[in-house]
């Protein structure tokens, strides 16, 4: 399917807004995206996550570091602790947008 702006058409989230952390992990590289809707990290950084896409890009995650947000690799990530263990599916929004 034509996803336009999207990298995936379902997500999975611990809350219905995707608001909430479903869990915490530390980057186990460095990681620097080809845009800006991905977020950068040094490994050993904090990474938290909000959803994980699934379906066509099951392997990009979105998450933050510091105050940015972005997607970015879920290999990249060793998960340290879950903070729920709720997993919505819902559909994905446009992706972010870069200018």
């Excluded at 999975?12 to 977020?39: W, Y």
């Excluded at 904090?46 to 896409?53: D, G, H, R």
Aim: glycine fraction near 8%.
């Amino acid at each position: 399917p034509d996803l336009g702006r999207r990298f995936a058409e379902r997500k999975r989230c611990a809350d219905p807004e995707c608001s909430m952390l479903m869990c915490r992990g530390k980057a186990t590289q460095d990681f620097k995206g080809p845009d800006c809707r991905f977020v950068n990290f040094k490994k050993g950084e904090a990474v938290y996550v909000y959803y994980k896409l699934i379906g066509e890009s099951t392997e990009l995650w979105a998450g933050s570091v510091g105050s940015d947000f972005g997607y970015f690799p879920k290999d990249l990530l060793e998960i340290n602790h879950n903070y729920s263990n709720e997993e919505l599916e819902l559909p994905t929004d446009v992706s972010l947008i870069c200018y």
